[in-house]
């Protein structure tokens, strides 16, 4: 299988301050990464879907001008978590796919506490 | 309705027991279809692609029926490390944005 890496893995930050999560492909082309977070004992919630050289698509209540995605290059995303909130506390994974038809990979995830 | 949806479970089944999971989606368009697992406070990890013939790996069958817009997934002689939540992901048509379902959970016990 292919290997997606995160970085960081778990990250405590202070509210109001932001907070970068990069996702990489480490052995494969990603036309595509997505993000997602996970509340305790919740279903996988896309927040955003990420082409490479273009604006990601936002999912339908997921604030994007508080969400920043970059995905600069075929395998390197990153999510920005601006003003962090004790809310936004949660499990944020990435995940990347070859071509559309094909299967994602997931990155470990990063925990965020915001205190 | 919702996309994809799967009975949340627990499944609690005695090794060595045979147990399947069904995951229906509303999108007849949808392409793509795969199970995943997830381990408690893990990322999802990809079981088994499924596709229109069905396919098999090892103790793993996964079946799609367009039709009834189903997916299933079957596991035999099942082991303790098998415990986990099985997730169905469909990829819907057009756009191959993937929706999950809510996972099943299932146990293993000796």
């Known amino acids: 299988g292919a290997v997606v890496s995160q970085h960081p893995s778990w990250v405590i930050c202070k509210s109001g301050t932001s907070v970068k999560i990069e996702c990489r492909s480490l052995?494969?082309?990603?036309?595509?990464m997505f993000w997602y977070r996970q509340f305790p004992k919740q279903s996988l919630m896309l927040m955003a879907t990420?082409?490479?050289?273009?604006?990601?698509?936002?999912e339908q209540g997921v604030e994007k001008d508080k969400f920043l995605i970059n995905h600069a290059s075929l395998t390197l995303s990153t999510l920005t978590v601006t003003s962090a909130h004790p809310e936004d506390s949660s499990f944020y994974i990435c995940?990347?796919?070859?071509?559309?038809?094909?299967?994602?990979?997931f990155g470990p995830g990063t925990r965020l506490t915001v205190t | 309705r919702k996309e994809v949806e799967q009975d949340p479970g627990p499944f609690n089944v005695p090794e060595g027991a045979t147990v399947a999971f069904n995951c229906t989606y509303s999108?007849?368009?949808?392409?793509?279809f795969f199970w995943y697992r997830q381990d408690c406070r893990k990322e999802p990890k990809l079981l088994m692609s499924?596709?229109?013939s069905g396919n098999e790996d090892g103790r793993f069958t996964a079946q799609l029926n367009r039709a009834s817009q189903y997916i299933s997934l079957l596991i035999r002689d099942s082991k303790l490390s098998d415990s986990a939540t099985y997730l169905c992901?469909?990829?819907?048509?057009?756009?191959?944005?993937?929706?999950f379902g809510r996972g099943t959970s299932l146990i293993v016990h000796p």
């Open positions: 995940s990347a796919r070859r071509d559309p038809g094909s299967e994602q990979y």
């Open positions: 052995d494969f082309q990603a036309t595509t």
């Open positions: 990420s082409n490479e050289g273009s604006k990601a698509t936002y």
């Open positions: 999108n007849s368009a949808s392409q793509s």
């Open positions: 499924v596709y229109s």
């Open positions: 992901v469909v990829n819907r048509g057009g756009s191959y944005i993937p929706t």
